[in-house]
């Protein structure tokens, strides 16, 4: 998935985007039922992109209870939670056809992707089956 498809998502789902100069990679957070996702604007495009889908696996998997009136995901620890929402970031980025049909040389030559992040996308496949 790219951008567009982020973006496109996003709308759907009806999640605010606002890309700014931030502290912190990125974070989801709702208000009163409203849903928002901030990326800091100053990070690289592929890391950019990574936090983009990382913050949207917070809304889709770990939607705040009814109640809540305000809910920050992921600031300033790991744990569980965080580690889904990397999951999520990375299946969306690298799909499952490309595990299968790639090599890892081909998928870091051919998309520009990191080693590591191919690798994790590999484990994931090999270990989960996703």
Partial sequence: MNEDDFHR???RLR???TEMPLRTNGFYYS???RHFI????RLPP???????????????LHLPDSGTTANFH????RDRKEREADIFAV???????????RTADELVSDEGLPPDLV?????????RGI
Avoid at 38 to 41: N, P, Q, R, V, W
Avoid at 50 to 57: A, S
């Fill in 9 to 11: 998502i996003c709308r």
């Fill in 15 to 17: 999640v605010s985007v």
């Fill in 31 to 33: 208000v009163r039922g």
């Fill in 38 to 41: 901030a990326i800091d604007s």
């Fill in 46 to 60: 592929l890391k950019r992109l990574f936090v983009m889908f990382h913050e949207l696996g917070h809304f889709l």
């Fill in 74 to 77: 992921g600031v300033g620890h």
């Fill in 91 to 101: 299946c969306a980025l690298i799909p499952r056809d490309w595990i299968v049909g």
């Fill in 119 to 127: 690798a994790e996308r590999a484990e994931l496949f090999r270990v």
